[in-house]
């Protein structure tokens, strides 16, 4: 088997959440294929190499700076995708890669984008609302904000971030806008102080940057277009995994892998036999140990979910 390079620190860009339950989900078998749709820090990805021998591992991430985190992983039986996992069937095919074995998403953003001031991510510090996922390409945090109609801002707000008061919020950044553009994390700050509730100001920053930054990747889109392909990149008896943060996500995992679509019942033939392309392993979703709770609090609102390719 292959070793993991001694300087690649999970801790160093991204704690990997519930890596053995991740690893023991994907039912790993050394010459299969294999794709992890969000390589991030590479701390998934590295681990699934070890466990390869004529094997190939295919990991997808649109950001630049994991790109440059995956060149310590170099090997033959790895290749980075530069690309939106919402592109999975495609590029897959195009390297003639179908189909794969077991699937991994880990949803969400990494410990690395949040933690650097510039990528605009985190409550926790002043920096550009930018918050994409690909820093070269597409709309900011600060475009929605500053362009948005108060329509759409109250939309995103309520729907994305859960946020009780979406329409006095839209409202207020509206007000605030007015003659001035809001482009750093501070600035949106202050301009909603009169929305945000004393003492649940960080609950209620992160509901709202959670909004934006859905919006800004299109992560929803994303990820049904993503599980949607699943179903035609995964062999029979493949294994889907995922690991979601947030209810939105999650509600859109637990009902693809029940009903084979996102919303409504699952569809049923004359007979009354539904055609959903899995079948679920994990009836209620795996979350974190108390101990993984807390050496890494990021855990706490983790569930993993587990499905099988059918025949």
């Known amino acids: 088997m292959s070793t993991t390079p001694n300087y690649l620190n999970d801790a160093d860009y991204h704690r990997p959440v519930m890596l053995r339950e991740c690893l023991e989900a994907l039912n790993l078998q050394p010459d299969g294929r294999y794709v992890d749709v969000t390589f991030g820090g590479g701390g998934h990805s590295a681990r699934i190499l070890e466990h390869l021998t004529t094997g190939h591992l295919y990991s997808f991430d649109q950001d630049a700076d994991a790109e440059r985190e995956a060149q310590k992983l170099a090997r033959p039986q790895f290749t980075f995708v530069r690309a939106n996992f919402r592109d999975l069937y495609t590029e897959l095919r195009k390297r003639d890669a179908l189909p794969v074995d077991g699937l991994l998403a880990d949803l969400g953003v990494s410990s690395h984008q949040f933690d650097t001031p510039e990528r605009g991510f985190s409550t926790r510090f002043d920096g550009p609302l930018d918050m994409r996922m690909n820093a070269e390409d597409g709309p900011t945090a600060a475009d929605i904000i500053n362009d948005y109609p ?72 994303a990820l049904q277009e993503m599980l949607s392909a699943t179903a035609q990149v995964l062999r029979p008896g493949g294994r889907l995994v995922v690991m979601s943060y947030h209810s939105l996500e999650d509600r859109l995992v637990k009902n693809f892998m029940a009903k084979g679509k996102f919303f409504g019942e699952a569809e049923k033939d004359l007979f009354g036999n539904t055609n959903q392309p899995f079948d679920v392993v994990t009836r209620k979703p795996v979350e974190a140990s108390a101990e993984e709770v807390a050496a890494n609090s990021r855990a706490r609102s983790a569930k993993l979910r587990v499905a099988v390719r059918k025949a």
Do not use: W
Request: aromatic content about 6%; glycine content about 6%; overall charge positive.
């Open 150 to 221: 108060e329509a759409d801002l109250h939309r995103i707000f309520g729907m994305y971030g859960e946020v009780t008061n979406a329409r006095t919020l839209a409202q207020t950044v509206v007000s605030a806008r007015r003659g001035q553009s809001i482009k750093t994390i501070a600035e949106l700050k202050k301009a909603i102080v009169s929305c945000t509730p004393r003492g649940k100001e960080n609950k209620y920053l992160a509901q709202v940057f959670q909004a934006l930054r859905i919006e800004a990747n299109e992560e929803m889109e």
